[in-house]
């Protein structure tokens, strides 16, 4: 069969994360599974549409690239104002 079904075990081994963290993403719904009784299976194309889905175009961390960018923005406002007492004044 060309399309098998893999364990949860195979799914974080693919994923590179733990076993807990498998189950977690699974039981919140992030990653569709498949249940036979106890036995949870994940196709192969719902795990692609999941690393799809949570795959970002960054080279960094989102949160220190905004963190980044409201720097930048800060420090181009301070260069361009004067602050005195809660009033900015362009100098």
Not at 24 to 30: D, N, P
Not at 34 to 49: H, Q, S, T
Not at 51 to 80: C, E, R, Y
């Amino acid at each position: 069969m060309r399309n098998q079904l893999l364990t949860v075990k195979q799914v974080a081994l693919r994923l590179n994360i733990s076993l807990s963290k498998t189950y977690a993403l699974i039981w919140r719904g992030e990653i569709s599974s498949v249940r036979v009784g106890r036995i949870i299976r994940v196709c192969p194309r719902d795990l692609k549409n999941f690393v799809i889905a949570n795959t970002s175009g960054l080279t960094t961390h989102p949160t220190k690239a905004k963190l980044a960018a409201s720097t930048a923005s800060l420090k181009n406002l301070q260069a361009n104002h004067h602050v005195n007492g809660g009033f900015t004044y362009e100098q």
